[in-house]
């Protein structure tokens, strides 16, 4: 089992930055591709970014340029840094792990963090 953490949402107004991070235990993450995911409102959870066990990155179309994802392996944490933030980034983000190792950044989230907000005001 794998436990997921999120910290790091918060309110922020349009153009700032924010970053997330998660904490992971239970089993190390270092050979699991890692991601985020958000969900908003009357919206279907949706993909933001992904880091595969490797290292190699994906992300969103619409938020490709402004998001940067990273792992720190020693550290079993996942950062997702938020730079130009657009009222549509409002959401609650949750950071997955892989269901099995050494998956590519097209991951299967096998489990899951509990969230955390981010809001921005325009």
């Known amino acids: 089992q794998v436990q997921l953490v999120e910290s790091g949402g918060g309110l922020v107004q349009a153009g700032g930055s924010l970053r997330l991070s998660c904490g992971a235990s239970?089993?190390?993450?270092?050979?699991?591709?890692m991601g985020w995911f958000r969900q908003a409102p009357g919206l279907e959870r949706e993909f933001v970014a992904a880091?595969?066990?490797?290292?190699?990155?994906r992300y969103a179309d619409s938020v490709k340029g402004r998001f940067t994802i990273s792992r720190d392996n020693a550290k079993t944490t996942v950062s997702l840094q938020m730079d130009g933030l657009k009222a549509e980034d409002t959401a609650v983000y949750y950071c997955?792990?892989?269901?099995?190792?050494?998956?590519?950044?097209?991951?299967?989230?096998?489990?899951w963090g509990q969230g955390t907000q981010v809001t921005v005001s325009s």
């Open positions: 997955a792990a892989d269901r099995r190792p050494y998956g590519s950044s097209y991951l299967a989230p096998g489990y």
């Open positions: 239970g089993r190390t993450i270092s050979n699991y591709a």
């Open positions: 880091i595969a066990w490797n290292g190699g990155k």
